[in-house]
């Protein structure tokens, strides 16, 4: 019976770990994009399942050009996309474990009479915890941003 109460103690802990951990980044990078931040180093959390994990990143706003690069561990998702990365199953929760997730992007603001501000947004679903990830720079007029993001799947 101790064994009993001991596996589901840690289960519930592991389980409470996953939460915290999952949640987290997303706080800490909707205070990052008011801070006009560019880079991203976080973790995402999956599971054991066979429970797909979808990817969007959507780049920039009206009057913005992108460039953009996605790699999942060597393989490449996307290379040199001039637009957003639409919802894409990327793996499963199980598939993902221990891998790592990089994009990169280059924002150029071309209106004259827009207000400077890029940005870029990271979605992923399926895994833990659904999470948002949003990034943006002021830049001049036509000026360009670069946004380096990293995400490790535990």
């Not at 009057?63 to 999942?72: A, E, V």
């Not at 393989?75 to 957003?84: E, T």
């Amino acid at each position: 019976m101790a064994k009993a109460k001991k596996a589901a103690k840690k289960a519930a802990t592991k389980k409470a770990a996953v939460k915290k951990a999952a949640v987290a980044p997303t706080v800490l990078n909707e205070a990052a994009a008011e801070l006009n931040s560019t880079i991203l180093n976080t973790v995402y959390v999956v599971d054991d399942s066979n429970n797909e994990v979808t990817l969007e990143v959507i780049a920039g706003e009206d009057g913005q050009q992108s460039d953009m690069d996605i790699t999942l561990d060597n393989k490449i998702l996307a290379d040199k996309i001039p637009d957003s990365f639409p919802e894409t199953a990327i793996g499963t929760n199980k598939k993902l474990q221990r891998k790592t997730l990089r994009i990169r992007v280059i924002i150029t603001d071309v209106l004259p009479d827009d207000s400077n501000v890029t940005s870029l947004t990271i979605i992923l679903k399926g895994g833990g915890l659904d999470a948002t990830f949003p990034l943006g720079k002021t830049v001049g007029q036509n000026g360009s941003a670069q946004y380096i993001c990293k995400i490790e799947f535990l």
